[in-house]
């Protein structure tokens, strides 16, 4: 009998660069998870015993979140390090599944197709523009593109794995409205990892576009400015790629607006500049538009069994409830445990995973617009971390720290829970055997000692109103 293949179940940016290997458009190889390989080369962040067991067999399978495999890694080098955080492997990226899109198929070109069509129609000059694409931009670059004889590929980047998320999809649906665009010219959705503008992210976009077949790139004049002293050698870079990096010729007020900037035009409903968007884009975005005491929202509060964080919880979400049009769902321990974490013990892997798996209904109903109110005890800060991220992919995250100290919570104790902590009948209880690891960036800070549960409700829902998360 085999060993079974080692596996790794891929999340965020690395489902895009394995899709931007799988279309062709980099270079099919990963380095796991980190070794001397060129900057240019994506890494997989993967645990020790899954690089070692990779290295054994020869081979690592690439998952999707829902467990097909995508991919398989044959692992070509691998080097054992005293410190296993130093060990890494590497290996070539051969397609199993793919990837089945079936989102934005109107703007789905593979690099080949686009090549292909390059002896008919001209030279391809891309163009890839923070999103929103400013208008000013978009527009230098056909006048440019008609200069070059050239036809206009503008980059869509979406990120792999987010077809339901609407931020991952404003960027195509901002395309379709665009009127910069001549009959020649096209948009192509590009898998995008989070990539900066710094050099070597602006050389992984000039390797991209090459391999659909672009001779130019063409980005913000900022973006070019800011390189100073590395221009040259970018330039160099991108041009032994095959790509010409040029500037648009647009000025530097025009070149750019912040997202806070375009939130409060929009939240204000003041107009929106010409320069930055045209009257159909302009409109997309108002339509869209939904600020923070609209949107979604999750609210976890955290803290020590005993704490207080139940009964604020729930009375925050009947405070809640007598004014807001929004849905309020209240994800409480023992009913989440018994609908969503049945069979979880209380082992430290346990209560991680139920901490996430709360974090990620919290993550759906924000994504609908709706306010989720949870509280589990969520002891670690990487958990909570994550579970922030996760919902502010969609919405607004607010933690609040129920900072009851651990001796008023044993005092409480009316399961003596504590009691039995303390003569080791329950191992990894939080506080006694097990960390609790007091967070830093939590947006509310509650003691509930000597207090009543309307003053504590009343400390968060101050903070709520004063950060636009609820109407004054």
């Not at 900057?39 to 690592?60: C, D, E, K, N």
């Not at 090549?115 to 030279?123: C, D, F, K, P």
Request: hydrophobic letters at 40%.
């Amino acid at each position: 009998m085999t060993d079974a293949i080692p596996t790794l179940t891929l999340q965020g940016d690395d489902l895009s660069w394995l899709d931007l290997m799988l279309l062709g458009a980099v270079e099919p190889r990963y380095v796991v998870p980190s070794g001397p390989a060129s900057a240019l080369l994506p890494s997989l962040s993967v645990a020790t015993s899954i690089s070692a067991a990779a290295a054994t067999a020869g081979t690592l399978h690439l998952l999707d979140p829902e467990g097909v495999t995508l991919a398989r890694v044959s692992i070509d080098r691998s080097e054992a390090a005293d410190d296993p955080s130093q060990s890494w492997l590497a290996g070539t990226v051969e397609s199993v599944s793919g990837f089945s899109h079936l989102d934005n198929l109107d703007m789905r070109r593979t690099p080949a197709d686009v090549r292909g069509s390059t002896t008919s129609s001209g030279s391809i000059m891309a163009v890839w523009t923070p999103v929103p694409s400013p208008y000013s931009l978009r527009q230098a670059a056909a006048q440019l593109a008609r200069a070059k004889g050239a036809r206009v590929m503008q980059v869509v980047p979406v990120p792999s794995g987010q077809e339901t998320s609407q931020l991952a999809n404003l960027a195509p649906r901002l395309a379709r409205l665009e009127e910069t665009r001549r009959d020649e010219d096209i948009a192509v959705v590009v898998p995008a990892p989070t990539l900066d503008w710094s050099p070597a992210s602006l050389l992984l976009r000039a390797e991209i576009v090459a391999a659909y077949g672009a001779t130019t790139l063409s980005v913000s004049p900022i973006v070019m400015t800011a390189l100073g002293a590395d221009r040259e050698r970018v330039e160099k870079a991108a041009e032994d790629l095959g790509v010409e990096l040029t500037a648009l010729s647009v000025l530097n007020e025009h070149a750019e607006m912040s997202a806070e900037h375009l939130h409060g035009l929009l939240e204000s409903g003041a107009p929106v500049p010409d320069w930055f968007a045209e009257d159909p884009v302009a409109a997309e975005l108002l339509r869209l538009h939904r600020g923070p005491s609209q949107s979604g929202l999750t609210i976890l509060l955290s803290g020590l069994s005993g704490s207080g964080k139940s009964t604020v919880a729930r009375a925050l979400a009947i405070r809640l409830l007598e004014n807001e049009l929004r849905t309020v769902s209240l994800l409480d321990g023992d009913v989440v445990r018994h609908h969503l974490s049945k069979g979880l013990g209380f082992a430290r892997a346990d209560r991680d995973t139920n901490v996430r798996r709360i974090g990620f209904v919290a993550s759906e109903i924000t994504k609908a617009g709706g306010i989720a109110i949870a509280c589990p005890i969520a002891p670690y800060d990487a958990t909570r971390r994550d579970v922030r991220a996760m919902v502010e992919a969609h919405g607004s995250f607010v933690l609040v720290h129920i900072a009851t100290p651990l001796d008023e919570c044993e005092r409480r104790d009316r399961k003596g829970l504590y009691a039995k902590a303390r003569r080791g009948e329950i191992p990894e209880f939080t506080g006694i055997s097990d960390p609790y690891e007091i967070p830093e960036d939590a947006e509310v800070v509650v003691d509930t000692t000597g207090r009543t549960i309307d003053s504590c409700v009343d400390d968060v829902m101050t903070t709520l109103k004063n950060s636009g998360y609820l109407p004054n």
